[in-house]
């Protein structure tokens, strides 16, 4: 079992410290809660919008946007004008990916966009599936997704550490940057070589590559890159993720999935993050100084702020470790900034399955490492909670003191 102290603040159990510090503030978090850190639902951004009021507000009249069709002469047919010109808008006002002279496709989140890349990459097939990698840790997703349909075109083929082109043939690899779970900003791991018989496709996931998780340190200019409105401002609700393409028949191909697929994507969705796209892209236009109320120095000064009490909490009790992230000069801040991803890629110090000891210990889920094809000892943690399960999560950390008999 697990060395812990039990109710470690007798006198107001459920009252957590507020998020910044100040005070204390009631929490609606029981005691004997569950707290469910596994999937990476970006609450921790609603009570900024919240405070956004009426800026973001629109009203839809019963006969808008009724057609599946927005543009027939645009490649993706169903992408609203309205978001491929936010979308643009947010990147160069961001400067973290190049969108002139690029395709932009719209899909169901980037999941969808996932799939979408796939057959844009294998069809119309040959002999056998293309083999589709990423360098382990990579997204526990990556797998069941690659794999649900069992399609003939692609399959998945594990870590790409340990993938030799050699015996499968062409492949795809996923790089994804900065990497979840860890963190790490990610390269391609296969290498091509000008005389390979057997050459490689690349698909860049760029869902966390904005200022508040991580320094903004070029441009990526790749032949297909995907994001998505739930990681870049919260919205995850919306389910809208956009793909920036350079060649055009691969996205008329990713275009053409998602129209067999969904046939289109909702339009009220697409103006719903064009207009707050639009919102974040105007007061930075509006302001020539930093501003902390600012979107991005808002969210920034959050994540720095959690990952400062986490590390705190973490050396304390010094059981678990946490990566150590060097600092980079960041384009979009013009300063020298430490990453502060999305989730915590926890290690245990001793070799147990830290995803069983927590939730038995402390009653926190995370997910294993085995799940992101690496060891046991390994566990990820959501740092998009709202402020009073993370200050639970931290509260309930703070209470291990050891482990016994392993466990």
């Not at 629109?58 to 006969?63: A, L």
């Not at 990916?97 to 690029?102: E, F, H, L, N, S």
């Amino acid at each position: 079992m697990c060395g812990t102290d039990h109710n470690p603040n007798p006198a107001s159990p459920n009252k957590t410290p507020s998020a910044n510090g100040h005070g204390t503030r009631r929490s609606s978090v029981s005691p004997d809660t569950v707290l469910n850190l596994e999937q990476g639902d970006p609450t921790v951004f609603e009570p900024y919008w919240k405070k956004m009021g009426d800026k973001c507000t629109m009203v839809i009249s019963g006969g808008q946007w009724m057609s599946y069709v927005s543009d027939f002469t645009n490649i993706c047919f169903f992408l609203e004008p309205e978001l491929e010109d936010a979308v643009r808008r947010l990147h160069r006002t961001v400067g973290n990916a190049v969108v002139d002279g690029r395709h932009i496709v719209v899909g169901t989140g980037s999941t969808q966009l996932y799939q979408a890349a796939l057959y844009a990459l294998t069809s119309p097939g040959g002999a056998e599936p293309i083999s589709v990698v990423s360098a382990a840790p990579y997204y526990s997703s990556y797998p069941d997704e690659t794999d649900y349909l069992r399609s003939g075109l692609y399959r998945w083929a594990g870590d790409a550490y340990a993938f030799d082109k050699k015996g499968h043939g062409d492949y795809i690899e996923v790089v994804n940057s900065p990497n979840n779970p860890d963190g790490t900003n990610r390269k391609a791991v296969v290498k091509n070589r000008p005389d390979d018989q057997v050459q490689g496709k690349l698909i860049h996931d760029l869902a966390y590559y904005w200022p508040q998780y991580t320094p903004i340190t070029v441009p990526v200019d790749e032949d297909i890159m995907y994001f998505t409105f739930s990681k870049s401002t919260g919205h995850a609700g919306s389910r809208i993720g956009w793909a920036i393409v350079k060649d055009k028949e691969v996205a008329k191909k990713m275009a053409k999935f998602v129209e067999l697929s969904s046939l289109g994507v909702s339009k009220d969705s697409q103006h719903r993050a064009a207009k707050i796209m639009g919102v974040i892209c105007d007061g930075y236009q509006n302001c020539k100084a930093k501003n902390p109320e600012l979107f991005f120095e808002h969210c920034q000064n959050l994540m720095t702020e959690r990952w400062e009490r986490l590390r705190e909490v973490v050396e304390r009790i010094d059981i678990f470790s946490l990566p150590k992230y060097p600092k980079e000069y960041c384009l979009f801040s013009g300063e020298f900034n430490e990453p502060h991803p999305a989730f915590a890629w926890l290690k245990c110090k001793e070799d147990i399955d830290l995803e069983k000891f927590i939730r038995g210990c402390i009653k926190v889920q995370g997910r294993t490492g085995r799940k992101f094809g690496t060891d046991q000892n390994y566990l990820r943690i959501s740092m998009l909670s709202k402020d009073d399960v993370f200050d639970h999560l931290l509260e309930r950390l703070s209470t291990i003191k050891a482990i016994s008999n392993g466990y």
